[in-house]
Structures are given as structure tokens and as C-alpha cells.
């Protein structure tokens, strides 16, 4: 059975504890590779790796810093089809998705920090006849970069890129659910020739490795993407340790559906929206708000829609939901439609789980479910599922509408559907959310900031935010 490695001081090496942890395909429900289960040694190694190989990488000429990413970019493309399968089976999405969403911008993750470096630029002020004061902005040190398992290669990609390209050496930590294409992604790395040190990913689990990157002393500052709760441990170790954090959250998002849309389009992206990744992104709106005289038209159709999705065999071109991460994050999305229905909700479809017949017949695989007749401060409208599951509620008023959205601890992104300019220019400002969409989903243009407002999260990824990151300003002021 395929053993991973640790890639630390640039070779892939096994755990200090030479113990490993076994890693499922959830299509099957079968254990198919074995993952490093690291310990504070391997972190500790893996730290020391970074600190010596710092200097180097953060005074290297930026042309060549940035060759360097390119190359590693450039091989991600070579092995598309290769990560695009890899990631496909450790996660359970369907390849199809694995090809047109993570792997693609996994390789555009790198190719835009490595070139946005070139552009980087500090400011100057001038203090007309005083003074003149300019800012440098030098990277920070060691970065520590903890992705989780919805979007693999994607995500740790988006935190590794920028801390790179910024000059910033790194310690990242993969989700234990998710190793494969981080693994795929040490061996490229040494075959672009990366000078040993300047990335090390240690894999295993959250409490031991991920803990043991919040703890160390010499990472000063920590990139971390996973759950709130999660989130919450994190910020209690590193705040009294004053690193600096930025932390992207969860979300229940909301998709606010006005009467005067563009249905189609509306209901096209809305099913998008809603089930793409099995529900498993933290951008999915997972509460759809419509205006009351569309309501029933809508339902109708969504309905009919979400029924028609093919749920099966990720490695099917044709499928369209695949099997959800594993079988403890099943139960939990299959919980939360018991507690629907306990809350008053109708199911109007799906919420069981299916069998789907060969190889996967043991594959953790749900139906999308529609779920009506809800209010909105119940649990099932409050709490993060992160599953195919949504609820929709009727508004009478825009305001209505609003205060809905508004109304959870999350505020990560939001989506309007309406005709009227005006109208959605009006919403968009009063909703208390850090990425707003309207009249599409999901349509990233990467120099744009990224990130959520309460709960979902502190600090914003992205454009010259993520290398502001990074750095750390130094402001030299001169008399004049
Ligand atoms: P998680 O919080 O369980 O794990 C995320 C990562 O943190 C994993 O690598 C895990 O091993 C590690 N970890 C766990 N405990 C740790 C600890 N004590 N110290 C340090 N690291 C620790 O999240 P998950 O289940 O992997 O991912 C799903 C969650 O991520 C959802 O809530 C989703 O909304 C969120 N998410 C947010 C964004 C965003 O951009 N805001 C993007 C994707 C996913």
C-alpha cells in the first residue's frame, strides 16, 4: 500500500515516530494509502529546515524566486489529469470537478503570487518641506500554513503561494483526510529544483501537528483555513503568543432570490451554488432566500432539478454529486436532516443516504436534499452542515431578506439575484459578509479580497493582501 512522506529540508522522509495513519477513498469506504502520523518533532525538524533555508529565499533576486514557482506551476499543469484523479479519489468529488476547479486554479494559485511579487510595491509619503518617510515590506520569517480537506490542493496552494512568492519560508500541514496531492506536490517541488528547506509539509493530525505549529516559537505567523471551532483553539494559543493570524472560517451563506431575476440563470447557478463539491465548500449558500411571489415556482423547479443531479461514481464523467469525505462527516449532514425534521422542516427531496451499486457500494454517498418550512433562527438555519443540504424560506421585503442573511454568527459570502441595479447595489452594502455576488456564484478574480466578517473568520487572503500578510512594514522616516 502507497506510504506518504514527510517532505522536510527537501527530501520525503518518514515520521520521526515511524508510525502512519491509514487514508480512505470515501467512494469505497476503504483505506487505499497510509499517512505520516507526525509528531512536534517532525514539526520541530521541519521549523529548523526553514529558518536556515530563510535568508536564502527571502534575499534570492525575485526573477529567480519567481522561475522557480513557475516551474512547479508549470508541472502541475504537466501532471493535470494524474493530480486531477488523485485528488478526485482522496476526496470523493467527482473528477470532472477535481479537473475544472481544484487542480486548474491550484496551478493558477501559483502562477499569479509568483508573478504578483514582481509587482509588489511599498509606499512612499511625503510631508511637504518635513519630511519624507517610505515603508519596506520584508517577509516575515516562517510561515505555518494549515489547509483543510474540502478544496486539497486548491486551498493549500492559495496559503503556500503567497507566503512563498513573499519570500517567507514555510511549515504547512495538509487536512489528514487529504494528503494524496500535497504528497504529489513535495515530489514536484524537488523536480523544479526548490532549494531544500524552503517549503516542509508535515502530515498528520490536527491536535498533534497542527498544534505543534500554532505552539512553535519560531513561526511567527500562521495562515490557517478549517472549521470555527478549530479557528477559535488556534487564535486562544497564538494571540498570547502574538503571532499573526489570519483565519478563514465556515460560513451559512445565504442566496437572496428577488422575483424581477433572470430565473433561469438564477436556477442554474443556484443548483451550482448550492450542491457543487457534495455542498462541502464553505461559499455553497446553503440557505436560499426567495421573495414570496416567485416562492412556489421556484421550489417547483429547484426541486425538479436537484432530483435530476446524478449522484454516483466520482470517477464518472457524467456524475455530478460525489461521496461525502467520510463516513463520520455522513452521519453528521445525515443528523442535521433528523434535526430538520424534528424542527418542523419538510424534506422535499433526498437527505438519505444511497447505495450506489459496484465498486462504491460501501462509498459515503448522500442524496441532495431540499429542505421547506423552516424558520430562521433553528439550528438547521443556524449551524454549518457543509453537506448537500439547503433550506429555502420565503421573504415579503427586501429588508426582510436582509435581516435573514444577517441574522447567523457567520458573515462569509452572499449571493442577489435581481434585475434592479440599484437594488442590489442597496442589499450588497447592508450585508454583513466579506464576499458578496450578485447575479453569479463563485467568479473569482484572484487580486480581490478574500475573506469573512464575524465568525467565518479574521484578515482577508488574496491580491496584495496575502503578501501584506507575509510582510511585516518597516516605516523609515527621513527630515528633510
Ligand atoms: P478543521 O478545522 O477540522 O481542520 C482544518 C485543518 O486544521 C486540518 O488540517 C486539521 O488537521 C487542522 N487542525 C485541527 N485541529 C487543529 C489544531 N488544534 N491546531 C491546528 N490545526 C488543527 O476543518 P475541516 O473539517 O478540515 O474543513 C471544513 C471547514 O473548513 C468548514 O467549516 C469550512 O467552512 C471551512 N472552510 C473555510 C474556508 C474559507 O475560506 N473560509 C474554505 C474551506 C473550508
Redesign the pocket.
Known amino acids: 500500500m502507497l506510504k506518504i512522506l514527510n517532505y522536510i529540508d527537501g527530501e520525503l522522509v518518514s515520521p520521526a515516530s515511524t508510525l502512519y495513519l491509514d487514508n480512505s477513498n470515501p467512494a469505497e469506504g476503504k483505506v487505499y494509502s497510509r499517512i505520516p502520523d507526525s509528531n512536534e518533532q517532525d514539526v520541530a525538524r521541519a521549523t529548523e529546515a526553514a529558518k536556515t533555508s530563510f535568508t536564502g529565499w527571502s534575499s534570492m533576486p525575485l526573477d529567480k524566486r519567481t522561475a522557480i514557482l513557475l516551474k512547479i506551476a508549470d508541472l502541475i499543469d504537466r501532471d493535470f489529469e494524474k493530480l486531477s484523479l488523485a485528488e478526485s479519489i482522496d476526496t470523493g468529488k467527482p473528477v470532472a470537478l477535481a479537473k475544472s476547479m481544484d487542480i486548474s486554479r491550484a496551478s493558477a494559485n501559483i502562477k499569479f503570487y509568483a508573478t504578483a511579487a514582481m509587482h509588489f510595491a511599498s509606499e512612499s509619503h511625503l510631508m511637504e518641506g518635513e519630511s519624507i518617510n517610505y515603508t519596506t515590506r520584508s517577509a516575515i520569517g516562517v510561515a505555518g500554513c494549515?489547509?483543510?480537506?474540502?478544496?486539497p490542493l486548491y486551498?493549500f496552494t492559495w496559503k503556500i503561494a503567497p507566503a512563498l512568492a513573499a519570500g517567507c519560508t514555510v511549515v504547512a500541514?495538509?487536512?489528514?483526510?487529504t494528503p494524496m496531492t500535497a504528497f504529489l506536490f513535495s515530489q514536484l517541488c524537488i523536480e523544479a529544483g526548490l532549494p531544500k528547506g524552503v517549503l516542509n509539509i508535515v502530515h498528520g493530525?490536527?491536535?498533534k501537528?497542527?498544534?505543534a505549529?500554532?505552539e512553535h516559537p519560531d513561526i511567527p505567523v500562521i495562515s490557517?483555513?478549517?472549521?470555527?471551532?478549530?479557528?477559535r483553539?488556534?487564535a486562544a494559543t497564538a494571540a498570547p503568543m502574538f503571532k499573526k493570524l489570519s483565519l478563514?472560517?465556515?460560513?451559512k451563506n445565504p442566496n437572496i432570490i428577488f422575483a424581477d431575476c433572470d430565473f433561469e440563470q438564477t436556477m442554474e447557478t443556484s443548483i451550482r451554488s448550492s450542491f457543487s463539491n457534495q455542498g462541502e465548500?464553505?461559499l455553497c449558500g446553503s440557505r436560499i432566500l426567495v421573495e414570496r411571489s416567485l416562492y412556489d415556482r421556484f421550489v417547483q423547479e429547484f426541486v425538479r432539478r436537484t432530483q435530476a443531479l446524478i449522484v454516483g461514481d466520482p470517477l464518472d464523467e457524467k456524475t455530478k454529486i460525489g461521496a461525502l469525505i467520510s463516513e463520520a462527516h455522513m452521519n453528521k449532514v445525515l443528523s442535521y436532516i433528523e434535526l430538520a425534521k424534528q424542527e418542523g422542516g419538510k424534506i422535499l427531496c433526498g437527505g438519505k443516504q444511497i447505495k450506489i451499486s459496484g465498486r462504491c457500494e460501501n462509498g459515503y454517498f448522500v442524496e441532495p436534499a431540499v429542505i421547506t418550512g423552516l424558520n430562521q433562527n433553528c439550528r438547521t438555519n443556524q449551524e454549518?452542515i457543509?453537506g448537500p443540504v439547503v433550506t429555502i424560506m420565503p421573504f415579503d421585503k427586501e429588508e426582510e431578506a436582509i435581516t435573514f442573511a444577517n441574522d447567523t454568527a457567520y458573515g462569509?459570502s452572499a449571493t442577489i439575484w435581481t434585475e434592479n441595479l440599484k437594488r442590489a447595489h442597496r442589499v450588497a452594502h447592508q450585508l454583513k459578509s466579506g464576499i458578496i455576488w450578485i447575479n453569479c456564484w463563485l467568479l473569482r478574480d484572484l487580486r480581490t479580497p478574500?475573506?469573512?466578517m464575524k465568525q467565518?473568520?479574521v484578515g482577508r487572503e488574496g491580491g496584495w493582501e496575502a503578501l501584506r500578510f507575509f510582510t511585516e512594514a518597516k516605516n523609515v522616516c527621513i527630515r528633510l
Open positions: 494549515i489547509s483543510p480537506w474540502n478544496l486551498l500541514k495538509p487536512s489528514e483526510l493530525l490536527g491536535d501537528v497542527g498544534q505549529i500554532i490557517f483555513t478549517g472549521g470555527t471551532i478549530t479557528g483553539k488556534i478563514e472560517l465556515g460560513g465548500i464553505c454549518e457543509f462569509l478574500f475573506g469573512g467565518s473568520g
